[in-house]
Protein backbone atom coordinates (compact mmCIF):
# COMPACT_ATOMS: atom_id res chain seq x y z
CA UNK A 1 0.00 0.00 0.00
CA UNK A 2 1.39 3.34 -0.81
CA UNK A 3 0.73 6.59 0.64
CA UNK A 4 0.98 9.96 -0.28
CA UNK A 5 4.21 12.11 0.99
CA UNK A 6 1.83 14.05 2.38
CA UNK A 7 -0.41 11.26 4.19
CA UNK A 8 3.16 10.32 5.63
CA UNK A 9 3.51 13.86 6.94
CA UNK A 10 0.63 14.27 8.55
CA UNK A 11 0.41 10.57 10.01
CA UNK A 12 3.81 11.15 12.18
CA UNK A 13 3.36 14.86 12.57
CA UNK A 14 -0.45 14.87 13.26
CA UNK A 15 -2.27 19.13 14.02
CA UNK A 16 -4.41 19.56 16.62
CA UNK A 17 -4.15 16.09 18.22
CA UNK A 18 -6.02 16.52 21.86
CA UNK A 19 -8.57 16.88 24.10
CA UNK A 20 -10.66 19.79 24.61
CA UNK A 21 -12.07 20.70 28.47
CA UNK A 22 -14.17 23.76 26.88
CA UNK A 23 -15.00 23.00 23.96
CA UNK A 24 -18.24 24.79 22.50
CA UNK A 25 -19.33 21.59 20.76
CA UNK A 26 -18.08 17.46 20.63
CA UNK A 27 -18.58 14.84 18.25
CA UNK A 28 -17.76 11.22 18.38
CA UNK A 29 -18.79 9.17 15.39
CA UNK A 30 -17.64 5.08 14.64
CA UNK A 31 -16.50 3.80 11.65
CA UNK A 32 -18.51 0.51 10.92
CA UNK A 33 -16.33 -0.78 8.67
CA UNK A 34 -13.11 -1.26 11.16
CA UNK A 35 -14.89 0.24 14.64
CA UNK A 36 -12.60 2.72 15.12
CA UNK A 37 -13.50 6.02 16.59
CA UNK A 38 -12.81 9.94 16.33
CA UNK A 39 -13.48 12.41 18.54
CA UNK A 40 -13.57 15.89 17.59
CA UNK A 41 -13.80 18.95 20.05
CA UNK A 42 -14.47 22.43 18.28
CA UNK A 43 -14.81 26.00 19.94
CA UNK A 44 -16.89 28.79 18.00
CA UNK A 45 -16.69 32.73 18.46
CA UNK A 46 -19.45 34.84 16.17
CA UNK A 47 -20.30 31.55 13.79
CA UNK A 48 -16.26 30.70 13.33
CA UNK A 49 -14.41 27.75 14.18
CA UNK A 50 -11.73 28.88 16.50
CA UNK A 51 -10.18 26.48 17.54
CA UNK A 52 -9.97 22.26 16.61
CA UNK A 53 -8.99 19.19 18.46
CA UNK A 54 -9.29 15.90 17.65
CA UNK A 55 -8.44 12.26 19.36
CA UNK A 56 -9.06 9.20 17.39
CA UNK A 57 -8.17 5.24 17.34
CA UNK A 58 -8.33 4.94 14.08
CA UNK A 59 -5.43 4.04 11.76
CA UNK A 60 -3.12 6.09 9.52
CA UNK A 61 -5.20 7.33 7.01
CA UNK A 62 -7.70 8.25 9.63
CA UNK A 63 -5.09 10.33 11.71
CA UNK A 64 -3.76 12.06 8.80
CA UNK A 65 -7.16 13.05 7.22
CA UNK A 66 -8.37 14.19 10.52
CA UNK A 67 -5.14 16.20 10.41
CA UNK A 68 -6.14 17.93 7.78
CA UNK A 69 -9.39 18.36 8.07
CA UNK A 70 -8.56 20.10 11.29
CA UNK A 71 -6.33 22.12 9.31
CA UNK A 72 -8.67 23.11 6.48
CA UNK A 73 -11.86 24.50 9.13
CA UNK A 74 -9.51 26.06 11.68
CA UNK A 75 -10.35 30.06 11.70
CA UNK A 76 -13.37 28.98 9.04
CA UNK A 77 -16.63 30.17 9.68
CA UNK A 78 -18.70 26.58 10.45
CA UNK A 79 -21.18 27.40 7.08
CA UNK A 80 -17.08 26.35 5.23
CA UNK A 81 -16.74 23.99 7.46
CA UNK A 82 -20.02 22.06 6.95
CA UNK A 83 -19.66 21.86 3.39
CA UNK A 84 -15.71 20.37 3.57
CA UNK A 85 -16.20 16.88 2.03
CA UNK A 86 -14.00 13.96 2.89
CA UNK A 87 -13.15 14.24 -0.83
CA UNK A 88 -11.54 17.29 -0.46
CA UNK A 89 -9.62 16.43 2.41
CA UNK A 90 -7.97 13.27 0.50
CA UNK A 91 -7.31 15.58 -2.71
CA UNK A 92 -5.53 17.58 -0.08
CA UNK A 93 -3.10 14.88 1.35
CA UNK A 94 -2.58 14.03 -2.49
CA UNK A 95 -4.65 10.66 -2.42
CA UNK A 96 -5.52 7.71 0.20
CA UNK A 97 -5.07 4.28 -1.37
CA UNK A 98 -9.09 2.71 -2.37
CA UNK A 99 -8.90 0.78 0.61
CA UNK A 100 -8.45 3.16 2.94
CA UNK A 101 -11.09 6.01 1.83
CA UNK A 102 -13.50 4.86 4.33
CA UNK A 103 -11.49 6.14 6.94
CA UNK A 104 -11.29 9.65 5.48
CA UNK A 105 -15.22 9.92 6.03
CA UNK A 106 -14.67 9.76 10.02
CA UNK A 107 -13.29 13.28 9.87
CA UNK A 108 -15.85 14.71 7.93
CA UNK A 109 -18.13 13.11 10.07
CA UNK A 110 -16.98 13.94 13.74
CA UNK A 111 -16.46 17.73 12.21
CA UNK A 112 -20.22 17.64 11.13
CA UNK A 113 -21.23 15.82 14.30
CA UNK A 114 -19.31 18.38 16.91
CA UNK A 115 -21.40 21.18 14.04
CA UNK A 116 -24.75 19.83 15.16
CA UNK A 117 -23.49 19.73 18.82
CA UNK A 118 -22.59 23.12 19.22
CA UNK A 119 -25.85 24.35 17.30
CA UNK A 120 -28.28 22.29 19.78
CA UNK A 121 -26.58 23.02 23.05
CA UNK A 122 -27.43 26.52 22.11
CA UNK A 123 -30.40 26.35 20.96
CA UNK A 124 -29.46 27.57 17.41
CA UNK A 125 -31.69 26.34 14.52
CA UNK A 126 -30.43 24.70 11.43
CA UNK A 127 -31.13 22.35 8.85
CA UNK A 128 -31.15 18.95 9.95
CA UNK A 129 -31.05 18.25 6.11
CA UNK A 130 -27.38 18.82 6.43
CA UNK A 131 -26.57 16.06 8.55
CA UNK A 132 -28.18 13.55 7.21
CA UNK A 133 -25.90 10.55 6.98
CA UNK A 134 -25.39 9.75 3.73
CA UNK A 135 -26.50 6.12 2.66
CA UNK A 136 -23.31 5.00 1.24
CA UNK A 137 -20.94 2.43 2.62
CA UNK A 138 -20.64 3.40 6.19
CA UNK A 139 -22.82 4.20 9.93
CA UNK A 140 -22.84 5.69 13.09
CA UNK A 141 -22.06 3.53 16.40
CA UNK A 142 -24.62 5.51 18.68
CA UNK A 143 -23.54 4.97 22.53
FE1 LIG B 1 -10.35 2.30 10.71
FE2 LIG B 1 -8.83 3.47 8.98
S1 LIG B 1 -8.99 1.35 9.34
S2 LIG B 1 -10.22 4.39 10.32
Known sequence: MEYSEKVMEHFTHPH????????D????VGNAKCGDIMKMYIK??????????????????AIATSSM?????KGKPISE???LTNQAVVEALD????????????????IK???????DKNGIAYDAAQFREDTCHYEHHHG
Open 16 to 23: NVGKMDDA
Open 25 to 28: GVGE
Open 44 to 61: VRDGVITDVKFNTYGCAS
Open 69 to 73: ATDMI
Open 81 to 83: ALK
Open 95 to 110: GLPAVKIHCSVLAEEA
Open 113 to 119: AAIKDYY
